[in-house]
């Protein structure tokens, strides 16, 4: 497979997105924009994946912005968004984008939340450490950092 990474605008990647996720960055992306870039992850034309990376509290992470600060604060950048769909997944491109993004900002470390428990294990593969759990409501996140 020869992928292209490289940013994206927000017309190219958000209609990739489930309309879930879209209603949690749609409406807010020009509150975002300035602080924000999307990359993406190609085969030719083909959008395989995405994902934005913030340099401010994102909009998912709006129920705890001083954890978030606290990480913006120490250098880290925050993914967001990273999606793979469906008609791509099990290729490894999720692995990819976290790879490309890592060699073309190789002093950079990230932080991430996720809302899914078993998605822990893929960003422990690909060289996140799970931090802590947060309370979102009734919810729960859970927290990991990346470090180069």
Same mark, same amino acid.
């Given at each position: %497979?020869?992928?292209?990474?490289?940013?994206?605008?927000?017309?190219?990647?958000?209609?990739?997105?489930?309309? *879930?996720?879209? &209603?949690?960055?749609?409406?807010?992306?020009?509150?975002?924009?300035?602080?924000?870039?999307?990359?993406?992850?190609?085969?030719?034309?083909?959008?395989?994946?995405? #994902?934005?990376?913030?340099?401010?509290?994102?909009?998912?992470?709006?129920?705890?912005?001083?954890?978030?600060?606290?990480?913006?604060?120490? !250098?880290?950048?925050?993914? !967001?968004?990273?999606?793979?769909?469906?008609?791509?997944?099990?290729?490894?491109? !999720?692995?990819?984008?976290?790879?490309?993004? %890592?060699?073309?900002?190789?002093?950079?470390?990230?932080?991430?939340?996720? &809302?899914?428990?078993?998605?822990?294990?893929?960003?422990?593969?690909?060289?996140?450490?799970? *931090?802590?759990?947060?309370?979102? #409501? &009734?919810?729960?996140?859970?927290?990991?950092?990346? &470090?180069?």
């Amino acid at each position: %497979m020869d992928l292209t990474f490289k940013e994206i605008s927000a017309k190219t990647f958000f209609p990739l997105l489930p309309e *879930i996720w879209q &209603e949690n960055i749609v409406p807010y992306w020009d509150q975002y924009k300035q602080n924000a870039k999307i990359y993406g992850l190609f085969e030719g034309a083909a959008l395989m994946a995405g #994902g934005i990376v913030f340099s401010t509290c994102s909009p998912d992470m709006r129920y705890n912005p001083a954890e978030a600060q606290t990480w913006l604060d120490q !250098g880290y950048l925050y993914i !967001g968004f990273l999606w793979v769909p469906e008609v791509y997944r099990g290729k490894r491109l !999720g692995s990819a984008w976290l790879k490309l993004l %890592m060699q073309d900002f190789p002093e950079q470390k990230y932080w991430l939340t996720v &809302e899914e428990e078993e998605l822990i294990q893929f960003y422990q593969k690909n060289h996140f450490n799970l *931090i802590k759990s947060l309370k979102n #409501g &009734e919810d729960r996140d859970w927290l990991l950092v990346y &470090e180069p």
